[in-house]
């Protein structure tokens, strides 16, 4: 079964891909400063013991006469310091984000901080884990958490330090490796945008896929944006980054793997291809698309049926939508 390939592929994801919509945008690196202890007491929540070790933020006054200059805080200090530490550690935010990664043994958590109402929404599970982990919360205010938090982050009165994931490979997952076991890939072609890669995360998590691969280099690295647009999902879906995208796709090829790439100027429509039962979804960058040489590592290109009122989609609901037809017809 295979396709005619186009010697140019073509740009986005739907019928007339001209122009490139909208990206999103990075984050930003504060600078280090020095880190005080906070003071440790005993509270409780909603009637129930969490069962962790919860501290108290230090709101004392901060403001000085007129004409003086001010200090840095010392919560702005604390968050400074800890943001921008050599380690490796990293700030993820949001409710799901937050929850999905206490209930992730794999992933290592450094310290907790939430509002007073955050901690007391967190399920029974997520109150478990922390305890498992003997991790401490200390609860701030508001305003104490937004100067921790990284600037512009919806971060819903939570805050967790973690470490990286650990690096994955495809040796790592027994439903890839298995040429018996339907499965469902997605690998992404230099899409940069990590608010994208995100809910991408998010989708794939959804209709089932077992992993995400992107490149090593020309991807965002593993941040709290991401972990906050895939809602949960960066703790569940593996995520692999590669060094050789085509490698990659070859790798897959031999382990029985047909390879869809998605083009705006294919011939046929995604729902016109002949689907196997393990299937790489394949898709590009907004406004530039498949690079050539992926294209080239494609069984098959194809496109989606958008009508001429928008010239493309976005990538990322070009994968939730490309990934529902798959889902749908595997068995």
Same mark, same amino acid.
């Given at each position: 079964?295979?396709?005619?390939?186009?010697?140019?592929?073509?740009?986005?994801?739907?019928?007339?891909?001209?122009?490139?919509?909208?990206?999103?945008?990075?984050?930003?690196?504060?600078?280090?400063?020095?880190?005080?202890?906070?003071?440790?007491?005993?509270?409780?929540?909603?009637?129930?013991?969490?069962?962790?070790?919860?501290?108290?933020?230090?709101?004392?006054?901060?403001?000085?006469?007129?004409?003086?200059?001010?200090?840095?805080?010392?919560?702005?200090?604390?968050?400074?310091?800890?943001?921008?530490?050599?380690?490796?550690?990293?700030?993820?935010?949001?409710?799901?984000?937050?929850?999905?990664?206490?209930?992730?043994?794999?992933?290592?958590?450094?310290?907790?901080?939430?509002?007073?109402?955050?901690?007391?929404?967190?399920?029974?599970?997520?109150?478990?884990?922390?305890?498992?982990?003997?991790?401490?919360?200390?609860?701030?205010?508001?305003?104490?958490?937004?100067?921790?938090?990284?600037?512009?982050?919806?971060?819903?009165?939570?805050?967790?330090?973690?470490?990286?994931?650990?690096?994955?490979?495809?040796?790592?997952?027994?439903?890839?490796?298995?040429?018996?076991?339907? @499965?469902?890939? !997605? &690998?992404?072609?230099?899409?940069?945008? *990590?608010?994208?890669? #995100?809910? /991408?995360?998010? +989708? =794939?998590?959804?209709?089932? @896929?077992?992993? !995400? &691969?992107?490149?090593?280099?020309?991807? *965002?690295?593993?941040? #709290?944006? /991401?972990?906050? +647009? =895939?809602?949960?999902?960066?703790?569940?879906?593996?995520?692999?980054?590669?060094?050789?995208?085509?490698?990659?796709?070859?790798?897959?090829?031999?382990?029985?793997?047909?390879?869809?790439?998605?083009?705006?100027?294919?011939?046929?429509?995604?729902?016109?291809?002949?689907?196997?039962?393990?299937?790489?979804?394949?898709?590009?960058?907004?406004?530039?698309?498949?690079?050539?040489?992926?294209?080239?590592?494609?069984?098959?290109?194809?496109?989606?049926?958008?009508?001429?009122?928008?010239?493309?989609?976005?990538?990322?609901?070009?994968?939730?939508?490309?990934?529902?037809?798959?889902?749908?017809?595997?068995?």
């Amino acid at each position: 079964m295979s396709n005619k390939r186009r010697p140019q592929p073509g740009k986005g994801h739907g019928n007339d891909p001209k122009t490139p919509p909208r990206t999103g945008s990075g984050g930003h690196k504060p600078g280090r400063h020095t880190a005080p202890h906070p003071k440790h007491v005993s509270t409780q929540s909603s009637g129930k013991s969490s069962g962790s070790t919860i501290t108290q933020g230090n709101p004392q006054s901060r403001g000085q006469s007129q004409g003086q200059s001010q200090a840095p805080s010392r919560v702005q200090n604390r968050a400074q310091n800890e943001i921008a530490r050599p380690d490796k550690r990293l700030w993820l935010y949001g409710h799901h984000a937050v929850e999905a990664a206490l209930l992730n043994g794999q992933r290592g958590c450094l310290a907790l901080r939430a509002t007073k109402n955050a901690a007391e929404a967190l399920s029974a599970p997520a109150r478990d884990a922390i305890t498992r982990r003997r991790l401490s919360m200390e609860i701030m205010t508001g305003d104490e958490l937004a100067a921790v938090a990284p600037i512009g982050s919806v971060h819903q009165g939570i805050l967790l330090a973690v470490e990286p994931l650990p690096a994955l490979a495809f040796e790592d997952l027994p439903t890839v490796m298995n040429k018996e076991q339907p @499965a469902i890939v !997605v &690998v992404l072609d230099q899409v940069t945008d *990590p608010h994208n890669i #995100g809910a /991408i995360l998010r +989708s =794939a998590a959804a209709f089932g @896929a077992v992993a !995400v &691969v992107t490149q090593d280099r020309h991807a *965002p690295p593993e941040s #709290g944006v /991401i972990a906050k +647009s =895939a809602s949960g999902a960066l703790e569940t879906i593996p995520w692999l980054r590669v060094v050789n995208l085509s490698r990659a796709l070859d790798d897959l090829a031999q382990h029985g793997f047909w390879r869809i790439g998605l083009d705006g100027q294919a011939d046929k429509r995604l729902d016109q291809i002949d689907l196997g039962a393990r299937i790489v979804l394949i898709l590009g960058a907004e406004g530039a698309g498949l690079r050539h040489g992926t294209a080239g590592h494609c069984d098959a290109l194809a496109k989606l049926p958008i009508t001429s009122a928008i010239e493309s989609l976005n990538v990322s609901n070009a994968a939730a939508i490309s990934l529902y037809e798959f889902a749908r017809r595997i068995p």
